[in-house]
């Protein structure tokens, strides 16, 4: 069964995959079948993330090849230390397009540290900084980070708005990030055996504030762990959550939607 194939009993439900790498080369074999079949299976709208600036063009190129794509643009913490003078500059210019919808995904890994950490702090502030004067939302990826990471958003809380991609935080740090303005997003994670810390987010979040998101070709939910995720695989993740909060996975991918659409302006 190929991935698209998938969730036969949600056909008729439409979903919102707010964080994939589309753009990925692991996509480079089938990419046109799999982005033909994708809104056949449900997909209302994906937003595919550009992680570097030398990404920028593919995803900027797929947003205007497919109606339902949209872009999010922005230099991540893994690349921190690489950045050119200017590199502020070509970030706005990537979200002059109109299909460009948020700065992301920026933030702090702490995991890799492939970026001196001092770095990667000033590089994160001055990308806030930026989405801040544009009035966009911001994509965060924070990784084994959380101290440091609460402590920039609060210093940059006055008009901050965007979501915490692949939550990882307790729910306590959960409840401090929709009080800031943020929405949280959840994948696949949730679906494995050593979740209980984002499900138990994910079970106490406001529903208004809960994304879904696969960040394929990576995080690929149970039980297809370890083949190449895509967005067909959003009802696993919203069956999962669905599950802990006591409600129906279909309701759920509606409220998520929603709230996509809300936070991105679609």
Same mark, same amino acid.
């Given at each position: 069964?190929?991935?698209?194939?998938?969730?036969?009993?949600?056909? #008729? !439900?439409?979903?919102?995959?707010?964080?994939?790498?589309?753009? $990925?080369?692991? /996509?480079?074999?089938?990419?046109?079948?799999? !982005?033909?079949?994708?809104?056949?299976?449900?997909?209302?709208?994906?937003?595919?993330?550009?992680?570097?600036?030398? #990404? /920028?063009?593919?995803?900027?190129?797929?947003?205007?090849?497919?109606?339902?794509?949209?872009?999010?643009?922005?230099?991540?913490?893994?690349?921190?230390?690489?950045?050119?003078?200017?590199?502020?500059?070509?970030?706005?210019?990537?979200? $002059?397009?109109?299909?460009?919808?948020?700065?992301?995904?920026?933030?702090? $890994?702490?995991?890799? #540290?492939?970026?001196?950490? %001092?770095?990667?702090?000033?590089?994160?502030?001055?990308?806030?900084?930026?989405?801040?004067?544009?009035?966009?939302?911001?994509?965060?990826?924070?990784?084994?980070?959380?101290?440091?990471? !609460?402590?920039?958003?609060?210093?940059?809380?006055?008009?901050?708005?965007?979501?915490?991609?692949? /939550?990882? &935080?307790?729910?306590?740090? %959960?409840?401090?990030?929709?009080?800031?303005?943020?929405?949280? %997003?959840? &994948?696949?994670?949730?679906?494995?055996?050593?979740?209980?810390?984002?499900?138990?987010?994910?079970?106490?979040?406001?529903?208004? *504030?809960?994304?879904?998101?696969?960040?394929?070709?990576? !995080?690929?939910?149970?039980?297809? *762990?370890?083949?190449?995720?895509?967005?067909?695989?959003?009802?696993?993740?919203?069956?999962?959550?669905?599950?802990? *909060?006591?409600?129906? %996975?279909?309701?759920?991918?509606?409220?998520?939607?929603?709230?996509?659409?809300?936070?991105?302006?679609?």
């Amino acid at each position: 069964m190929t991935p698209y194939q998938l969730g036969r009993s949600f056909a #008729d !439900m439409m979903y919102f995959d707010t964080h994939a790498h589309l753009t $990925d080369e692991r /996509f480079d074999a089938d990419r046109a079948a799999l !982005m033909e079949a994708l809104p056949k299976r449900g997909l209302a709208f994906a937003l595919d993330v550009a992680c570097a600036l030398q #990404d /920028f063009p593919k995803t900027h190129a797929l947003t205007q090849a497919y109606s339902w794509v949209f872009g999010a643009y922005g230099v991540h913490p893994h690349y921190a230390g690489e950045v050119p003078t200017g590199y502020l500059d070509m970030i706005q210019e990537a979200l $002059d397009d109109p299909k460009a919808k948020a700065l992301g995904e920026i933030g702090l $890994d702490y995991h890799y #540290d492939f970026a001196p950490r %001092a770095v990667q702090c000033r590089i994160f502030a001055e990308q806030l900084e930026l989405a801040q004067s544009l009035d966009i939302p911001v994509v965060l990826h924070i990784r084994e980070a959380f101290g440091d990471c !609460m402590e920039i958003l609060r210093a940059h809380k006055n008009g901050l708005c965007g979501v915490m991609h692949c /939550f990882s &935080g307790s729910a306590e740090i %959960a409840a401090e990030c929709v009080e800031l303005g943020l929405y949280i %997003a959840f &994948g696949g994670a949730v679906t494995f055996k050593n979740a209980r810390k984002p499900l138990e987010a994910a079970t106490y979040i406001p529903l208004e *504030r809960l994304l879904l998101e696969t960040d394929c070709p990576y !995080m690929t939910p149970v039980p297809h *762990r370890g083949e190449r995720n895509d967005p067909s695989y959003i009802p696993l993740i919203a069956q999962k959550i669905a599950q802990t *909060r006591n409600m129906e %996975a279909e309701a759920l991918m509606q409220a998520t939607l929603d709230n996509g659409k809300r936070l991105f302006r679609l």
